[in-house]
């Protein structure tokens, strides 16, 4: 028996990297509860299929399948999808949310680490839609989902290549969402932009202060006073990923308790 709670997703066909956890995990999972087939990667291929098995487990059919994946190796991407269309059957939704924090200001930080940020964060972001445009294009209605950040808006000078990487996303949304309007293709694009999220990205914080200690001084930017939960991004991806989304391209989806408005 599955456990799809409505067919808000039913017939799309989505990849998303960076899936091993966090929202890349909650996203696949919510995909698929709502009648998606999910093809998930990451560069730690175990875990990410672990996720894929525990997916599977849910719906006690076979609804996910999964890879690992250097998100920054253009042949690795070529490879990529033309597995997850192979199994899937095609191509309907991409979500690029792998990526990497950095911290240090521009005096510090080494050129090796920003080409690494860059090349997470930015090139694979660029790479996905390139190669996944053609397969969309193929199925469509189709979307792409762009994981950013607030740091793409509301920078901090210690996170230097982040919040430019975060940025550079935003704008390579519009400029996808652009191409595909002139080409006169049914095929969206657009970002997410969450605050602090309660993922692995906070536990280097709650690791150093304490779960307690950690979450004041991490919400006390944000007017809800909580972190965000997986969730809450999770619903963002299946509303664009979705056709209930139909007339929405180009958007940058702000999900931040508030922050950005003070």
């Not at 070529?78 to 095609?90: F, H, I, S, Y």
Request: with cysteine; charged share 20%.
């Amino acid at each position: 028996m599955t456990s799809i709670l409505s067919p808000r997703a039913a017939g799309k066909c989505a990849v998303v990297t960076g899936a091993a956890g966090g929202l890349g995990a909650a996203s696949a999972r919510m995909l698929a509860r709502h009648g998606a087939k999910v093809f998930i990667t990451d560069i730690h291929g175990d875990a990410v299929a672990a996720v894929a098995e525990e997916i599977n487990r849910e719906h006690g059919a076979t609804v996910a399948w999964s890879a690992a994946q250097d998100v920054s190796d253009e042949a690795a991407w070529q490879r990529t999808l033309a597995d997850a269309v192979k199994v899937m059957g095609a191509l309907s939704v991409l979500v690029n949310n792998a990526g990497v924090g950095s911290l240090g200001g521009v005096e510090r930080i080494e050129l090796k680490e920003w080409h690494r940020v860059m090349g997470v964060n930015v090139d694979s972001v660029m790479l996905g839609c390139k190669h996944a445009l053609p397969y969309l294009r193929d199925a469509q209605p189709a979307s792409i989902v762009n994981i950013s950040s607030l740091a793409a808006f509301k920078t901090d000078p210690d996170y230097t290549a982040y919040n430019t990487s975060k940025a550079a996303v935003a704008s390579l949304t519009k400029s996808v969402a652009m191409d595909c309007t002139r080409q006169k293709i049914d095929v969206r694009c657009n970002s997410i932009h969450p605050a602090f999220i309660r993922t692995g990205i906070v536990k280097p914080f709650f690791d150093k202060l304490g779960e307690e200690e950690a979450t004041r001084k991490l919400v006390r930017g944000i007017p809800m006073h909580r972190l965000g939960e997986p969730d809450d991004v999770a619903y963002a991806v299946l509303y664009l990923a979705s056709d209930e989304s139909r007339y929405v391209t180009a958007a940058e989806l702000v999900i931040d308790g508030g922050s950005r408005a003070v």
